[in-house]
């Protein structure tokens, strides 16, 4: 009995960590305003997937900074798009048609944390928000 007892402790020990799905609503408006993704800043493990969900049309999710050795991506216009997060950093998407409106999210994977780099690039990145100037700031301030 305490070998089966060591065996399946040592087993459960060494399995690999099952990935975490999320999800994050591409919206219309939602609780920072119009043209939002909702959770628009999220923390996630290396491995973990999140599903952009087209719950209004006329949304895509697509990568404008992503983490050396991360994989880009750029969904199709009203559909659904999953991603998994193989790279540990910091990660800031859009939705192409209204990114003038600032509709961007923030996603941190694993211990990463918002560097000078990232600062750098959210300080020029913004200057194409007709809208919603401070929201990029707002999510990285948020990690």
């Known amino acids: 009995m305490k ?5 399946l402790t040592l087993f459960l020990l060494t399995m690999p960590a099952i990935a975490e799905q999320h999800i994050v609503k591409m919206l219309n408006s939602g609780k920072d305003g119009m043209m939002v993704f909702e959770p628009a800043v999220l ?5 973990d997937i999140v599903k952009f969900e087209a719950t209004d049309m ?12 991360a994989t880009p991506w750029n969904g199709e216009m009203s559909k659904d798009i999953s991603v998994t ?16 409106m600032a509709m961007v999210g ?7 944390s918002v560097n000078d780099a990232t600062k750098l690039f959210a300080e020029q990145y913004k200057s194409k928000f007709v809208m919603n100037q401070d929201r990029l700031d707002k999510y990285l301030s948020e990690m």
Request: charge should be neutral; include cysteine; glycine fraction near 8%.
């Open 3 to 7: 070998k089966i007892t060591t065996l």
């Open 43 to 47: 923390s996630v493990n290396v491995g």
């Open 58 to 69: 006329a949304h895509n999710s697509a990568s404008v900074l992503t983490p050396a050795g």
């Open 85 to 100: 997060f193989n790279a540990e950093g910091v990660y800031v998407y859009e939705c192409t048609p209204h990114a003038m």
């Open 106 to 112: 923030v996603i941190k994977v694993g211990n990463a």
